[in-house]
């Protein structure tokens, strides 16, 4: 059975950094690209950055980009999201997503992690 | 950028109802939308895929239609596991986006 652990969240001061991890497991992971959602307290899903199964396409959306750094360990299993200049409005819960069909940069999210809460503040 | 707009942002139905929800992107989309279900201490699942498949192990009662801009998702009566927020989400182009979500509430 496919699964996703994330690990690595915590409370953070504003322009810290902090570096999630999140553990695949049950599936081919070297074929599947993998991504990162967020959700703020009382706010909806938004996708923040994906990385394509062999790493050689990365997106980010415009709110992270140049802060958030998205990389992959396919010899082990892992998915990083390695935040810098970390800002109020980052404070989330953090998910790590498999997407649905392999070979497929772009594709519906069929396996979600429970996530890991990021809070930055003073 | 493809923005999608859901509507309504939230419902109230009673159980057995026929409930649905629009979504509608800014720029046509094929039928690259996804829909998701979200309920309070659970991670979101997958519901609908590229606009009309049905994930395994969804109940039947939910279904998918639409393509290009305007996609509905509609639960065909209503059961009390189905109250929670509900997202639709493009992935014709990057960045991909999730709508504003829609809840169903209990009337």
């Known amino acids: 059975e496919a699964q996703l652990v994330e690990s690595g969240g915590g409370l953070v001061q504003p322009g810290g950094s902090l570096r999630l991890s999140c553990a695949a497991s049950g599936f081919s992971f070297d074929e599947y690209s993998m991504h990162w959602v967020r959700q703020a307290p009382g706010k909806g899903l938004e996708w923040v950055a994906g990385i394509r199964w062999d790493s050689d396409i990365i997106g980010y959306a415009y709110s992270v980009k140049g802060r958030f750094t998205i990389s992959r360990d396919n010899a082990e299993n892992w998915v990083f999201l390695q935040m810098n200049s970390l800002r109020l409005d980052d404070s989330a819960l953090y998910y790590c997503?498999?997407?649905?069909?392999?070979?497929?940069?772009?594709?519906?999210?069929?396996?979600w992690g429970q996530g890991t809460v990021v809070t930055v503040s003073s | 950028d493809i923005q999608v707009t859901q509507s309504p942002s939230s419902l109230s139905a009673s159980v057995g109802d026929r409930v649905t929800i629009t979504c509608r992107a800014s720029q046509m989309i094929a039928t690259y939308l996804n829909w998701y279900q979200h309920r309070p201490g659970e991670a979101p699942k997958m519901l609908i895929f590229t606009a009309s498949n049905l994930q395994s192990g969804v109940p039947s009662r939910f279904s998918g239609s639409g393509s290009g801009t305007d996609f509905t998702l509609t639960i065909s009566s209503l059961q009390p596991e189905d109250f929670a927020t509900y997202y639709c989400q493009q992935t014709y182009s990057s960045p991909q986006a999730f709508g504003g979500g829609t809840t169903v509430e209990i009337k």
């Open positions: 997503v498999k997407v649905r069909d392999n070979f497929i940069q772009d594709d519906a999210f069929d396996i």
